[in-house]
């Protein structure tokens, strides 16, 4: 098999950096093991290499937070994969993020996607943007359009709005639900193929439809986290 | 340098805390209130669970009063040290006393660390210290008596006059044989000392961590931070605090306290601005 075996769908915040909370923190080390579990179901995948996405401030040409977290979180679970970093600009049109994704299921060899992500960030009174009432719907509805891998619905998310609401992980959503729906309908099409000519094309399938798993989704402090993947 | 006190050995920049624990009826702070043996076993207690590293047990108190000779500074003491050398094996004891009879004695039961706040006033004290290998702090008390108030003392330097004597004490203490890894030194503040002096030996302690032994203060509640602020007894943890902060800031290690949860904080917080030890719990900008 090739292409892209398994996603998994991680939020970035700093916090997860070694050593960054000082001392251990509680709901972060809950986060933290979450986090390294959904990589350990990507590892299960067998991949041969990691392609990590992650928005980029405009600030961040150098090393971008996201991919930071990203590398840290793949190190923190002992994965020694080659690594190909994608990074998207945060405010990407969808797209160009579409459009980023599909480049990456045409990925000829054996593909685990690490995206980096996480929701709104006005969920309390403390959260970092305060708290604004369109927070909590617009997370579960996002939450919910990637557990049912409505990857069209992913990709018609509300810029704007997403913009306003501090969401972080809108544009490499995009990316995963380019990536993932390029690669649930090439398996599809092989599928289809495998059925009419009863032969199976070696090496082209991967996998059919991703099945999702929630591993955690939780707001500890005003920040939407998903931790999902998709396998 | 490392300080080595009983079983442990301290690193640079280790701020430790000695708690004060009085087998007096009549100390200036306490006034009593752990002068009973059970009662000072339960400070013990609760000083440890607040973080002391070190309890420093004292069987006479530092102003002139009634007078308290070698065998009932020895009655007050002795079994108590080794009634909390049994309860806490791994406790650094230290025994607050000016008279190496008191300290024989001390030792025998397991101190580890004699505190002679007189200045040496008696030269055999740190004989005793080699003898027992047990550590030593050499305090400037500039050359008064025991149990004396300081009257109409001047210096031509204070900070010049602490590090010549505490310097003197310390490097004759390791030549008679005391472990030079277990020499602090301390600048007395209010022994034989009025408040300009105690002020000033704050402010220039640098000058003493400079010479490189390690520097005990003992600042808690004392005249110098009430005349200062023109507060009673009971109102001086703030600036007792503040004072706290100064010298560890300036690299004092050791620091001789009444509130022992109040101290630890401050101590842990200049150990984070120092950068010596991260926050608990960062949070801030980074979710």
């Known amino acids: ?231 | 340098m490392t300080l080595n006190l009983g079983r442990h050995a301290y690193s640079d920049g280790a701020l430790l805390i000695m708690a004060i624990v009085n087998r007096t009826p009549d100390s200036f702070y306490d006034r009593g209130a752990t002068y009973g043996f059970d009662q000072a076993l339960d400070r013990v207690a609760e000083v440890v669970g607040q973080g002391a590293e070190i309890v420093d047990i004292g069987g006479v108190k530092a102003a002139p009063g009634d007078e308290v000779d070698a065998d009932e500074e020895i009655r007050r003491t002795v079994d108590f040290v080794a009634a909390v050398r049994s309860a806490y094996p791994d406790l650094v004891i230290s025994v607050d006393t000016w008279r190496h009879e008191v300290a024989r004695e001390v030792c025998r039961a397991g101190a580890d660390l004699l505190n002679d706040a007189w200045g040496g006033h008696d030269p055999r004290l740190a004989e005793v210290a080699a003898e027992f290998d047990a550590a030593l702090v050499c305090t400037h008390a500039g050359g008064v008596a025991p149990r004396t108030r300081p009257h109409r003392i001047s210096y031509s330097d204070v900070m010049v006059d602490i590090i010549a004597r505490t310097v003197g004490l310390a490097e004759r203490a390791a030549a008679i044989g005391v472990d030079r890894s277990r020499i602090m030194i301390d600048p007395g503040h209010d022994f034989g000392k009025n408040t300009w002096h105690s002020l000033e030996a704050t402010r220039r302690l640098s000058e003493m961590v400079e010479t490189g032994w390690p520097v005990l203060v003992s600042l808690s509640n004392k005249d110098f931070i009430g005349e200062t602020l023109d507060l009673p007894l009971d109102e001086r943890l703030l600036g007792t605090l503040s004072a706290t902060a100064v010298c560890a800031w300036q690299g004092a290690s050791v620091f001789r306290a009444h509130n022992v949860a109040e101290t630890r904080q401050v101590l842990d917080m200049v150990a984070a601005i120092r950068g010596t030890n991260p926050p608990r719990r960062a949070l801030r900008g980074l979710a």
Request: glycine share 14%; net charge negative.
């Open chain 1, 1 to 231: 098999m090739s292409g892209i075996l398994a996603a998994a769908s991680v939020p970035n915040p700093p916090l997860l950096l070694p050593g960054m909370t000082g001392g251990p923190v509680a709901e972060v080390e809950a986060l933290r093991s979450a986090c390294l579990a959904a990589i350990e179901t990507l590892a299960g995948a067998e991949p041969d290499l990691i392609v990590l996405v992650g928005g980029t401030g405009s600030g961040e040409l150098d090393s971008p937070l996201s991919l930071r977290v990203g590398r840290s979180l793949l190190a923190q679970a002992g994965l020694n994969l080659p690594i190909e970093a994608v990074g998207i600009p945060a405010d990407a049109a969808a797209e160009e993020c579409r459009i980023a994704g599909e480049r990456i299921a045409e990925h000829r060899g054996r593909v685990g996607l690490l995206v980096m992500a996480d929701g709104s960030a006005c969920r309390s009174l403390k959260a970092p943007g305060y708290l604004d009432e369109r927070a909590a719907p617009f997370d579960a509805m996002l939450t919910e359009a990637l557990l049912a891998r409505d990857w069209a619905g992913i990709g018609r998310l509300d810029r704007q709005l997403a913009a306003e609401l501090l969401v972080g992980g809108r544009a490499a959503w995009q990316v995963m639900a380019g990536a993932l729906a390029s690669g649930e309908s090439a398996s599809g099409e092989l599928a289809s193929g495998e059925l009419a000519g009863g032969e199976l094309a070696g090496g082209e399938l991967a996998g059919g439809e991703y099945a999702p798993t929630c591993h955690y989704r939780d707001d500890p402090f005003g920040v939407w986290y998903p931790v999902l993947t998709f396998s």
